[in-house]
C-alpha cells in the first residue's frame, strides 16, 4: 500500500509517498481503508525525531493519528462494526495510509452528512478540546478566553464552550482571523503584549476559565485573568504549568466523548473548517503548513 513515511527523523522532506505491506487486523481491532486523515503537530514531533517513551519506533515509521474511511477488515471478538461502514477514528501512527489499524474502540460511526475530509480530521483535536474544557468545568454562565483561538484546538474549543452554555467566549488571533473568531461566536483580541489589559477591557466581569494553545506567555497571561488556577489549561506549555501551579492535562481520548462530538456535528452545532487538503504525496508540504504556527481550522491529508 501507499503511505507517507519517514525513513530518517528530520524536517518536512524526509516524509516521502513509500510502498510498505499492508497491516493486517487481528483481535479486537479493525483495518480501515483510509479516505483522509488529519495533520497534528504531534505528528510533526514524530517525524522530527521527539517520541513519548512509550513509542518503540521502527523505520518506514508511519505518522498519523486521526483518520476516517471505510472498514475493509474485522478482527475476532469485534462487535458493533461490519466491513463497508463508514468511520472515523483514532490512534497513534499510521494513518498518512491507505489502510490502517486500530482497536475497535478507537472508532465511531461517521455521520452521513460528514464529508471525508472534516471526517478525517475531526478525531484528535476535537477530543483535545473537549478534555480541556470539560477539566475546566466550563458551563452555563462561563466567561472563557482561548488563546489561538483560530488554530485547530481553538476552532473547535470556541464551538464547544458555547455549545455548553458559556455565555462569552473570548479568542485570540491574529486580526486577520477575527471575522472568522465572531462567525463561530467569539468576541476576538489580538494576542501579543498587552493582552491582559484587552480581556480585561471586554470582559470587565473577570474570566471563568482560560486555555492556552499557544505557549508559556500565552499561559501566563491566563492565570493573571483567572482567579482560580484550576479553571485554567495548557495545550503545550507544560513546564510553565508546572511553575505556575496549572494543572497538566492528561490523556483522555476515548469513542464516548467521539460520540458526543459527532452527535454536535448532526444537529449543526459544530463545524470544522478545513484550512488546507493536501495528497498523501503532499505530505511534506501539509506539514510546512501547519508549522507555518498560523492559520485557521484544520489541515488533512486526502488518501485515494
Ligand atoms: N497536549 C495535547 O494533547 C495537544 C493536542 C493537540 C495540539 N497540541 C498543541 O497545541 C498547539 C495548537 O495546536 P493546533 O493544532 O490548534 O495548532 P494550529 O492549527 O497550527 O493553530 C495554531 C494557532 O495559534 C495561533 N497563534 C500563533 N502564535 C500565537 C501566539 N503568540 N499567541 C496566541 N496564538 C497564536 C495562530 O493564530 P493566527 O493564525 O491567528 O496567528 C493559529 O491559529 C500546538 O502547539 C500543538 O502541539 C497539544
Not at 101 to 106: E, F, G, N, T
Not at 158 to 180: C, F, K, M, P
Request: overall charge negative.
Amino acid at each position: 500500500m501507499k503511505a507517507a513515511a519517514l525513513s530518517s527523523f528530520g524536517g518536512p522532506e524526509v516524509l516521502t509517498l513509500t510502498e510498505i505491506p499492508e497491516p493486517q487486523a487481528d483481535r479486537g481491532s479493525v483495518r480501515v481503508r483510509v479516505r483522509a486523515a488529519g495533520v497534528q503537530h504531534f505528528d510533526g514531533g514524530i517525524r522530527a525525531g521527539w517520541a513519548p517513551p512509550s513509542l518503540d519506533l521502527h523505520f518506514p515509521v508511519v505518522p498519523g493519528n486521526e483518520f476516517a474511511g471505510v472498514i475493509d477488515q474485522v478482527g475476532d471478538e469485534v462487535i458493533g462494526f461490519i466491513p463497508g461502514e463508514e468511520v472515523l477514528g483514532y490512534g497513534t501512527l499510521g494513518a498518512y495510509a491507505q489502510y490502517v489499524v486500530v482497536p475497535a474502540d478507537q472508532i465511531v460511526h461517521k455521520p452521513r452528512n460528514m464529508p471525508w475530509d472534516i471526517a478525517g480530521g475531526f478525531s484528535g483535536n476535537g477530543q483535545g478540546a473537549h478534555m480541556c474544557l470539560e477539566a475546566m468545568g466550563v458551563g452555563p454562565g462561563d466567561t472563557v478566553l482561548v488563546n489561538g483561538a483560530a488554530g485547530a484546538l481553538g476552532t473547535f474549543s470556541v464551538q464547544l464552550a458555547r455549545a455548553w452554555g458559556a455565555d462569552t467566549v473570548i479568542g485570540t488571533a491574529s486580526e486577520v482571523n477575527h471575522d472568522y473568531l465572531r462567525a463561530m461566536g467569539a468576541i476576538p483580541v489580538t494576542y501579543g503584549e498587552g493582552l491582559v489589559e484587552r480581556v480585561r477591557a471586554l470582559a470587565p466581569q473577570g474570566v471563568d476559565a482560560a486555555m492556552d494553545t499557544a505557549g508559556p506567555e500565552g499561559l501566563r497571561a491566563c492565570v493573571e485573568l483567572v482567579a482560580d488556577t484550576t479553571r485554567v489549561r495548557t495545550m503545550i506549555a507544560d513546564d510553565a504549568a508546572r511553575e505556575l501551579g496549572v494543572p497538566l492535562l492528561g490523556p483522555g481520548r476515548s469513542s464516548e466523548r467521539l460520540v458526543e462530538l459527532t452527535k454536535l456535528y448532526e444537529q449543526d452545532r459544530l463545524h470544522l473548517h478545513i484550512r488546507q487538503a493536501y495528497s498523501l504525496a503532499q505530505a511534506a508540504q501539509a506539514h510546512r503548513d501547519l508549522e507555518s504556527g498560523h492559520g485557521r481550522g484544520k489541515i488533512v491529508l486526502m488518501v485515494e
